[in-house]
């Protein structure tokens, strides 16, 4: 019997990360090349992508493989998976972060193109990342693939419905795999990340919809980011990586996450009313 060792080593694997151009995606990059790490990025964004690239250089890094694509497209997503196998020759980390917001918005008033916009980024993008580059992490000795939900895939939050549903579909998706993989491929860790609130530009890029004017929007995002936005991005990729070495099933990251998610763990019917009189509380 081949007996699975208890952690990861990530000097010298071979990593890929989507929406790898901001954020916790950018900070995974860095903290991944620092540990010695080779990298395969993606973002849609070309220059913030570049500016990664960059930046992974700087600090002493090899150049990663940068390609910039749209995750929401099933066949650019298997086209870079051959592309990284055929320029590496092996794929050991793959993180399916490229992540969409939507603002505040009523499940009752928001259009079906918001709706879908955002489960093409946030969940078929992951689903696309996942199913193009299993073959290639099933090929390793040991492997890891690490798809970014949300404190919002553990818990439900008002006038969010799209952005939850992407969230807990990618959670639903991700425990069912890891069951798959301890059966079928036990050396190919698979987890789920659930962030409480990062300082990132996520809320900033959120697409505007609903009947809030812009300003309207830009305050709330302002509150949202002083309120919630607590935990570095820099703070979030360590938390990830220790994960990614523990082999864990999942990972919660922030106080803010760990605290409504065991209340909603506990109550699960009385959360609604709990965290949703703290949130009218709190303006947002
Ligand atoms: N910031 C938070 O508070 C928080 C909390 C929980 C979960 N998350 C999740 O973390 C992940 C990373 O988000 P972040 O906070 O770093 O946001 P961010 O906006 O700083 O970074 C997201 C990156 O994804 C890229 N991207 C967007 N759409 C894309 C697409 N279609 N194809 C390829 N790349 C695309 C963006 O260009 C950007 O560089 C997301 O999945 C997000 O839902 C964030």
Not at 41 to 55: M, P, R, W
Not at 170 to 185: A, C, P
Not at 262 to 269: C, F, K, T
Request: charged share 20%; proline share 2%; net charge positive.
């Amino acid at each position: 019997m081949h007996l699975q060792s208890l952690s990861m080593k990530i000097n010298g694997k071979i990593a890929v990360v989507t929406g790898a151009g901001s954020g916790i995606g950018r900070a995974l990059a860095l903290a991944l090349s620092k540990e010695g790490a080779r990298l395969a990025l993606n973002d849609f964004n070309k220059q913030t992508l570049e500016e990664t690239g960059a930046l992974v250089e700087e600090q002493g890094g090899e150049a990663p493989l940068l390609v910039d694509f749209d995750v929401a497209d099933h066949k650019k997503m298997h086209a870079f998976a051959e592309q990284v196998a055929s320029h590496f020759g092996q794929v050991d980390i793959m993180i399916n972060n490229a992540g969409v917001a939507l603002g505040k918005v009523t499940a009752e008033d928001v259009e079906y193109e918001d709706f879908e916009w955002i489960m093409g980024i946030n969940f078929w993008g992951m689903v696309y990342g996942s199913k193009a580059f299993l073959p290639f992490l099933k090929a390793r000795t040991e492997a890891s693939l690490v798809n970014i939900s949300s404190l919002f895939g553990l818990i439900g939050i008002a006038y969010q419905a799209p952005y939850c549903t992407t969230k807990f579909a990618i959670r639903g998706f991700t425990e069912s795999l890891r069951m798959e993989m301890l059966d079928l491929s036990p050396q190919v860790c698979v987890t789920s990340v659930h962030p409480g609130g990062i300082k990132t530009k996520i809320a900033r890029s959120a697409r505007v919809v609903g009947s809030a004017t812009k300003k309207e929007s830009e305050q709330l995002v302002n509150k949202f980011e002083q309120s919630f936005m607590k935990t570095t991005a820099e703070e979030a990729a360590r938390v990830i990586l220790k994960g990614i070495k523990k082999k864990k099933g999942q990972v919660i990251i922030g106080n803010d996450a760990k605290i409504p998610s065991l209340i909603a763990r506990v109550l699960p019917s009385r959360y609604i009313n709990i965290i949703g009189k703290a949130m009218k509380r709190s303006g947002i």
